[in-house]
């Protein structure tokens, strides 16, 4: 098994990754470092655990979410991402995200 570094908020993370999935692997830190740095730049949850927890949440659910959109979706090789729809699901994550960090930081 292949490792490869990465950061995640400027921490530095050797990681194993399977031959052939660094991409993924990579999109994937991309995707966490990215929600975690959407919440500690919003300035109300400083603890890192908290800003991992809700990042995970967050992300957990938007995937529950698009699994369940994804009878509906048409098959991926009819046609490419929609961007409309994608942007609403951003919309709906930044809302989400939105209301916990305007609360104590609890998702739900």
Known sequence: MKQ????????????????????????AVERVDAAMCKIRDAGKVKARDRIAVLASL??????????????????????????????????????RLDQALAGDGHLL
């Open 58 to 95: 967050n992300l957990a659910f938007d995937l529950a979410q698009r699994e369940a959109e994804a009878p509906a979706a048409p098959p991926a090789s009819a046609s490419a991402s929609d961007p409309i729809a994608d942007d609403a699901r951003a919309a709906q994550l930044v809302q």
């Open 4 to 27: 490869i570094e990465v950061q995640i908020m400027g921490q530095s993370y050797l990681l194993g990754c399977p031959e052939g999935g660094e991409a993924q692997l990579r999109e």
